[in-house]
Nanobody, 121 residues
Framework: QVQLVESGGGLVQPGGSLRLSCAAS????????MGWYRQAPGKQRELVAT???????NYADSVKGRFTISRDNAKNTVYLQMNSLISEDTAVYYC???????????????WGKGTPVTVSS
């Protein structure tokens, strides 16, 4: 099993910044991809940014130029730097990691419990 622990959410004023972190631990043979999704009240969960290992980073159009995803391989940690935040960014942010537990297992998706981000004055 893989456990994900998120941190960094909170209340921020419009135009402000936050940095989310997500650390993966447990039985991990290899990580295939890491990313962030979000779910605003009354809306479906949507992709924010994904980072396939060795692949191209993908951002939602709504966050391009404002958000940056990065990772620390040694710590199995993914980050989301969020700048120029707007009210529409208010949501619960979920970390996603696609990983293989063993050399012979299929890659599975694991989710964090979510960290709330509120952008309000």
């Amino acid at each position: 099993q893989v456990q994900l622990v998120e941190s960094g959410g909170g209340l921020v004023q419009p135009g402000g910044s936050l940095r989310l972190s997500c650390a993966a631990s447990g039985t991990i043979f290899s990580i295939v991809a890491m990313g962030w999704y979000r779910q605003a009240p009354g809306k479906q969960r949507e992709l924010v940014a994904t980072m396939p290992i060795g692949g191209r980073i993908n951002y939602a159009d709504s966050v391009k130029g404002r958000f940056t995803i990065s990772r620390d391989n040694a710590k199995n940690t993914v980050y989301l730097q969020m700048n120029s935040l707007i009210s529409e960014d208010t949501a619960v942010y979920y970390c996603n990691v696609r990983a293989k537990a063993t050399m012979f297992s299929y890659a599975m998706d694991y989710w964090g419990k979510g960290t709330p981000v509120t952008v309000s004055s």
